[in-house]
């Protein structure tokens, strides 16, 4: 027997990391506030730390979605895999060359494409698609806050109604284009 109600454990499971980085802040701005020229430092740094990883958990946590779509999103060792009941794949990171959202029949999908042409299609809502954020972070030159700002709700079509068909979203990430030396 639980005394909180499920919305409300789901809510506090939603914010975990968010509200573990705010105590730990607290906790180190406690130790700051106890003086002394090893606490302060030490306090601060802490809170420092915990303000850095608050961030990354409220972004990390506005990037997830709700998971109403088919398949399953795995990343592991640097690679990219979607299985779905249609369509499927793998996208190593070295070479992933772009990173869009786009939308597909009223469903949004990230659109990876691989230096060599090919294009792996994974919905925003499958199971696992969380897991992207910490993939994507790690791209060379990748702003989290643009990666976050596309997931944001998509403008409706026309007097309200959802936009049909596919809209492809602009470009969030590119790999820069290797110089070569001749």
Excluded: C, N
Aim: charged share 15%; glycine share 10%.
């Amino acid at each position: 027997m639980t005394v909180l109600r499920p919305e409300a454990l789901a809510t506090l499971h939603r914010w975990r990391e968010v509200i573990a980085a705010a105590v730990v802040a607290v906790l180190g701005l406690w130790l700051a506030s106890q003086g002394g020229l090893l606490l302060i430092p030490l306090g601060l740094a802490l809170a420092a730390l915990a303000a850095f990883y608050g961030l990354l958990a409220l972004r990390r946590m506005r990037f997830a979605q709700s998971t109403t779509a088919p398949g399953l999103v795995e990343v592991d060792e640097g690679q990219i895999g979607y299985m779905g009941p249609s369509f499927g794949g793998f996208v190593a990171l070295p070479d992933l060359a772009e990173l869009r959202l786009l939308t597909l029949h009223g469903q949004r999908m990230w659109r990876l494409k691989q230096q060599d042409g090919q294009v792996l299609l994974i919905p925003v809502a499958a199971a696992g698609a969380e897991r992207l954020f910490d993939a994507f972070a790690t791209l060379p030159g990748m702003d989290t806050q643009a990666l976050v700002a596309a997931l944001s709700p998509a403008a409706p079509g026309i007097a309200g109604l959802p936009a049909q068909g596919s809209v492809v979203g602009p470009v969030i990430w590119h790999r820069a284009a290797k110089v070569a030396l001749t």
